[in-house]
């Protein structure tokens, strides 16, 4: 039996609205202010707008990790995936315009074989999921090895590099508009709906928070988790085209960016064990770490340094993870 | 001034608020040594909140806590067990993958030259133990013990510190009758070495037969403090609920359906020569000592834990369920006896718990609101159980246990299943709740729903049940109709009175 409480409306409010400014959102400005501060073209539109396209594949990688969070799992095969996905572009195309649409369509194709393998893995064969995907991402980083033979050959056709560096000029508002904003916005839309809007998004949510439960109600549990491996993969591949348009062919474009994309996640309010997160507090997640690194960069940090704060930051992020779970706050 | 008869331990004037709730205003009491002090209330009342006071969990918003007259204030946990508390939790908090023997010195590990001394620690863990007539191996792994077996780990652990003041919070509620009848006993013997008992239990016949006072909570505030002798069960109710319950026990049905569910043959690797029928619009208990097999016997039944022989017909057709899933597809439903474990999805909503069924089996791609699934609709359902919470859309974790059951039971009756499982529906659940819960079951087998009640609560088993399908080792030793005797039934489920050799034998033959 509950009472209320006489300002009852009074905290409710408080709460909500504590509730719904999610963390992630938080960060982001404090971070983008400091930036701003020391760089101040950062908040004129064609500087945030390039910051924006910068990020882009990061909020694109943890818009798909974040269903494989919630789900309770982890994967740590999407960095490998990346590369594989630049290194399997330059080989398919051979640099021939002509074949960008095949090669998209075979990168998808290898994204969802991959998500497949780590659901499988983690599914029906029972292996923790850091697990799966640590092996997962030693084969496709190995498979990319073979494929390329060894080192970055090839190049990237040019319309096939649009999706990373092309930008719409002249738009109202903003002045100009990346392509891969463009892809951002479009990958967070169809996130959010699939984790928010669906069904399928709160099952993904009960079988993070309590997969036993979740069985004994009829769910599949399995086939859940699996698809939130797919999802995850496509995503990877999704980032892994905007990131070929970026930079040139090599053979660590994807490095890292497995344990940044989680960074972001839980930056963003999602929760390790599963069961909690949110598509807007991941992107902003995202966000808030790309104005870290560009802030530790306009420090002049070398990169050492940054990937030691890399490491503090994924560290903290999930203590204080830890600790909001306890405190219930 | 540690006379005789001063207080071991006062609470006054405690408050205790969470944000929109109000969950102790102004609350006192005292507990004597040697005195057994049960605290009463419906769920939500505060109980738990006012003990997790005591042991350093939450600090009050206002009021004082004495020991022995001393004013103590706890920060942790670890400062009231050092101030001579004991504390049963009603939420098992063992480590699931240490062993029984390190659970239960968790904190207070005997150390020999600074190291931990594993054959002492053994040694005091199984002494403990046998106090409890436990036959729980010390070596065990926690998490690997069943819900009652972990109940007896966390009472073991709480009196390994050989506290002065000992709080249990519904200590029974796992329990079979023979395992808290022992318990009782314990309670006994510590009430004459002086220790200061606070009992907390929604089971009214321990209270009557255990306590020397009782504290009644209702809503967050005391309603009173008074002697035991004088608060029959009636008396108590009235003051917990606020009103008199009219029928705790709803009247029988006549309804003699066909039969929904038949079971020939049935076993796999815990039960077997398992046959059994239950027809629509007829309540069908189960009863049978912890392990019996009455758990397993639901989880065959529903596909969990398939029956791996024998067959099964449902509505006349093979019934042979692989997965919960095939189960619920084809028209049963299942309660789990382990909530927390197996039932609840505590991060989530109570709105997300209530629909989760419905969502196993809607389209992937729906709107998570539509149709049934909708807040209108669900929130009418939690409210036509009388479901209380501050708001729907809460997580679950923060409801009291007879709010969670009903939760689920909401989750269920969305789906509206043919067969019901229900296993241990009342576990943890306060009078006023019980008798709801009852009333739903056999609404349910009125309408032409077949139920199948597991319970280790004769009281209970007996009370609602059509028949009561008693278990023995695995087995269906006997069955016993309406208006058997607790007596009648505990005889099968100990093993006598039922010939072993011809089962589902008539009661008391
Ligand atoms: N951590 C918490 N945050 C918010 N509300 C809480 C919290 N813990 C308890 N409550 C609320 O405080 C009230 C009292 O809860 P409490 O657990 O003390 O009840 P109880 O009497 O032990 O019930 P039960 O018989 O079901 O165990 C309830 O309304 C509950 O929902
Ligand atoms: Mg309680």
Redesign the pocket.
């Known amino acids: 039996?509950?009472i209320a409480l006489p300002d009852t409306a009074l905290h409710r409010r408080a709460g909500s609205l504590t509730r719904h400014i999610n963390s992630g959102v938080v960060i982001f400005l404090v971070l983008f202010a400091a930036v701003a501060l020391k760089q101040p073209s950062y908040i004129e539109p064609a500087g945030f707008m390039n910051f924006l396209r910068r990020a882009a594949p990061l909020g694109v990688l943890a818009a798909g990790q974040v269903f494989v969070l919630v789900s309770g799992g982890f994967d740590l095969s999407v960095g490998s995936l990346i590369t594989l996905s630049v290194l399997g572009a330059s080989m398919i195309t051979g640099g021939d315009p002509s074949l960008t649409g095949a090669a998209i369509a075979a990168l998808y194709g290898i994204g969802v074989a991959v998500g497949l393998i780590n659901g499988i893995a983690v599914a029906f064969l029972k292996v923790p999921s850091i697990i799966a995907t640590l092996g997962t991402l030693l084969s496709v980083n190995g498979v990319a090895m073979m494929w390329s033979g060894g080192s970055p050959r090839g190049y990237l056709p040019d319309n096939f590099r649009a999706f990373g560096r092309f930008v719409f000029r002249d738009v109202p508002l903003v002045g100009q508009l990346p392509l891969s904003v463009i892809v951002l916005a479009i990958v967070a839309v169809l996130a959010w709906w699939g984790l928010h809007g669906t069904v399928f998004g709160r099952r993904v949510f009960a079988v993070g928070d309590n997969p036993r439960a979740a069985e004994l109600a009829g769910i599949r549990v399995d086939l859940t988790r699996i698809s939130a491996f797919v999802i995850s993969a496509l995503s990877a591949v999704t980032a892994g085209i905007m990131l070929g348009g970026f930079g040139g062919v090599s053979t660590d474009v994807g490095q890292g960016l497995e344990l940044q994309a989680i960074a972001a996640c839980v930056i963003g309010g999602a929760q390790l064990m599963g069961g909690r997160g949110s598509i807007t507090g991941v992107v902003f997640g995202a966000l808030s770490l790309f104005a870290l690194f560009t802030l530790l960069n306009l420090l002049g940090l070398p990169q050492a340094l940054r990937d030691t704060a890399q490491g503090l930051i994924l560290i903290s992020a999930v203590a204080s993870g830890a600790y909001r779970q306890r405190t219930?706050g | 001034m540690t006379s005789v008869l001063s207080p071991a331990l006062e609470m006054i004037g405690i408050s205790k608020s969470?944000?929109g709730?109000r969950?102790l205003e102004d609350v006192s009491f005292e507990c004597r040594p040697g005195e057994v002090h049960a605290i009463c209330?419906e769920?939500?009342?505060?109980?738990?909140?006012l003990m997790k006071i005591l042991g350093g969990i939450y600090r009050p918003d206002g009021g004082e806590i004495r020991i022995k007259g001393q004013p103590a204030s706890f920060a942790h946990p670890v400062e009231a067990r050092r101030a001579g508390i004991g504390i049963i939790h009603?939420e098992l908090s063992l480590l699931p993958d240490r062993s029984v023997a390190e659970n239960i010195v968790l904190g207070a590990e005997p150390t020999r030259r600074g190291v931990l001394d594993r054959t002492a620690m053994r040694a005091g863990a199984r002494e403990i133990l046998a106090r409890l007539q436990s036959s729980i191996e010390v070596d065990a792994r926690a998490g690997d013990l069943s819900l009652a077996e972990q109940q007896m780990v966390e009472i073991a652990k709480a009196l390994a510190s050989k506290p002065s003041i000992l709080v249990m919070d519904e200590p029974t509620a796992a329990l079979d009758d023979s395992e808290a009848s022992r318990l009782l006993d314990l309670v006994r013997r510590l009430r004459r070495d002086s220790v200061a008992v606070v009992y907390v239990s929604?089971r009214m016949p321990e209270i009557a037969a255990i306590s020397d006072r009782v504290t009644v909570l209702k809503d967050g505030r005391k309603v009173l403090t008074d002697r035991t002798e004088a608060m029959p069960t009636g008396r108590l109710v009235r003051c917990m609920v606020g009103r008199d319950l009219e029928e705790f026990f709803p009247p029988r049905g006549a309804a003699d359906g066909g039969v929904l569910l038949q079971v020939n043959e049935g076993g796999n690797a815990t039960i077997s020569d398992i046959n059994l029928t239950v027809r629509r619009g007829e309540v069908v208990g189960v009863a049978g000592l912890e392990g019996a097999g009455k758990s397993a016997l639901a989880r065959a039944i529903f596909g969990d834990r398939p029956f791996t022989r024998g067959t099964m017909q449902l509505n006349g057709q093979p019934f042979a369920p692989r997965s919960s899933r095939d189960g619920i597809r084809a028209g049963v439903g299942f309660l789990p006896d382990d909530r927390k474990r197996e039932g609840l999805a505590l991060g989530q909503s109570l709105r997300d718990n209530a629909a989760l069924t419905l969502r196993a089996f809607a389209r992937a791609l729906a709107l998570p609101s539509a149709g049934a699934m909708g807040n209108l609709t669900l929130d009418q359902r939690l409210r036509a159980l009388d479901v209380r919470a501050a708001r729907f859309d809460d997580p679950i974790r923060?409801?009291?246990?007879?709010n969670q059951q009903k939760v689920i039971i909401a989750r269920w009756l969305a789906r509206d299943p043919q067969l019901l499982i229900f296993a241990e529906p009342t576990r943890?659940i306060?009078v006023a709740a019980k008798a709801a819960i009852y009333a739903i079951i056999r609404d349910l087998a009125n309408r032409g729903r077949g139920i199948l009640m597991i319970s280790s609560d004769l009281p209970e088993v007996v009370g609602v049940s059509d028949r009561v399908v008693v278990m023995h080792e695995g087995r269906i030793v006997g069955e016993c109709p309406s208006g058997a005797s607790e007596e009648d039934v505990m005889a099968l489920a100990v093993g006598h009175g039922g010939s072993v050799a011809e089962p589902a034998s008539a009661c008391g033959s």
Do not use: I, R, W
């Open positions: 039996m509950t219930g | 969470f944000p709730v969950a209330g769920n939500g009342a505060g109980k738990s909140t009603q929604h923060l409801l009291s246990g007879g943890g306060d």
